[in-house]
C-alpha cells in the first residue's frame, strides 16, 4: 500500500533540493535541478566537467548562493555553512582542510564542534571543562578506530600518507554521527586498491548507522557505481537522469553526456565487468 493511499504525510527526505537555479554573470552553472536523498540513502551526484556538481555541492553546503529554489534537511531550511554539524550534517572538503598543528585526533575532536570544523573555529566551539574534552577524545578514538587508523591519533596530520590524512578527514565528519554525511570527491588522489578500500568504507557507515544519509560528488564513476543506491546526473546544470546504478548504466543519455570526456565511458556502462 502506497503512503497516498493511507493518508499518512509522507516522510520527509534527509535532503531535499527543489528547483535549484544558479547563475555566475551570464552563466549558469544550475537550471532548476531537484533530487532528494532518503533517509540511510547513499546518492552519488556525477556528471562530466563543468555539469555544475560543485557547485550544488557548495550550495547544499551553503558556501555558495542559489538563485532560486530551495534546500532542506529533515524538512527544515538549510542551516548556515558554520551551523551544519548542529543540524546534524557533516561535510568534508576536497583539500581535507586538516589543522596541521594539532594532532590527528585533536582534529577528529574539531568535528564534535557545533561550529564548522573545517574554518577557523577548529576546537574553540567544543565545550571546554574536562569531562567534555575527555569524551569528544574517546569519541574522536572510537571513530579513528572504526576507520582503522587508531594508532594515528597522536601523531601529526602532515606526517601521514595522504590516503591516511584522508581517513582522519573522514573520521572529523564521522564522529559527530552525523545524519547527513556529505562528501566532497573522497576518492580524489587515492589509487585504485585506496578506492576500493574507500568504497567498502562508505557502506559500512550505512551498515551501521542505519539512518545516515550520504551525498557524494566523485569523479571515479567505478565508486559511485559500487556504493550508490541512487546516482543524480548532472550535464550542463540540468539533471539529465536519476536512478539506480543498473539503470544509469544503460541509460544512453548518460552515455552521450560523457563522450569525449576524460571518464571511461565503459565504466559508466560497466563494459568488462
Ligand atoms: N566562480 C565561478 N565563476 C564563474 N563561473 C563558474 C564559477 N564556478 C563555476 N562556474 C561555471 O559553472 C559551471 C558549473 O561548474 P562546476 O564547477 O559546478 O561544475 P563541475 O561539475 O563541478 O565541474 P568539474 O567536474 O570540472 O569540477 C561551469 O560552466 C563553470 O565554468
Redesign the pocket.
Known amino acids: 500500500m502506497s503512503v497516498a493511499d493511507t493518508g499518512a504525510p509522507a516522510p520527509a527526505a534527509r535532503l531535499s533540493v527543489r528547483d535549484v537555479t ?1 547563475r ?2 551570464g ?4 537550471e532548476d535541478v531537484s533530487f532528494d536523498v532518503a533517509p540511510g540513502e547513499v546518492v552519488g551526484l556525477i ?12 550550495i547544499i553546503c551553503g558556501l ?1 548562493k542559489a538563485k532560486s529554489g530551495t534546500v532542506l534537511v529533515d524538512g527544515e531550511p538549510r542551516p548556515r555553512a558554520d551551523r551544519l554539524a548542529a543540524a546534524g550534517v557533516a561535510r568534508t572538503f576536497q583539500g581535507l582542510a586538516l589543522f596541521s598543528g594539532l594532532t590527528v585526533r585533536q582534529n577528529v575532536m574539531a568535528g564534535l564542534s557545533p561550529l564548522a570544523p573545517g574554518a577557523l573555529t577548529g576546537l574553540i566551539g567544543l565545550k571546554a571543562g574536562p569531562r567534555h574534552l575527555e569524551d569528544a577524545a574517546r569519541r574522536a578514538q572510537s571513530a579513528l578506530d572504526g576507520l582503522g587508523i587508531g594508532d594515528t591519533a597522536d601523531r601529526l596530520p602532515d606526517d601521514l600518507p595522504y590516503p591516511l590524512q584522508k581517513r582522519v578527514a573522514l573520521a572529523r565528519a564521522l564522529v559527530s554521527s552525523p545524519r547527513l554525511l556529505l562528501l566532497d570527491e573522497p576518492a580524489g588522489g587515492l589509487g585504485e586498491d585506496e578506492i576500493d578500500e574507500l568504497g567498502e568504507l562508505i557502506l559500512d557507515v550505512v551498515r551501521e548507522n542505519a539512518e545516515t544519509s550520504v551525498l557524494f ?1 566523485e ?1 571515479h564513476v567505478d565508486l559511485v557505481m559500487a556504493v550508490s543506491d541512487r546516482i543524480v546526473v ?1 550535464d ?2 540540468r539533471v539529465i537522469a536519476a536512478g539506480t546504478p543498473e539503470r544509469i548504466r544503460v541509460d544512453p543519455v548518460v552515455a552521450e553526456a560523457y563522450l569525449g570526456q576524460d571518464v571511461d565511458v565503459d565504466d559508466i556502462q560497466g563494459v568488462g565487468r
Not at 556528471?47 to 557548495?58: I, S, V
Open positions: 544558479a555566475f554573470g552563466i549558469t552553472a544550475l556528471g562530466p566537467n563543468g555539469a555544475g556538481k560543485t557547485t550544488m555541492f557548495n555558495a560528488v569523479h548532472l550542463a546544470g
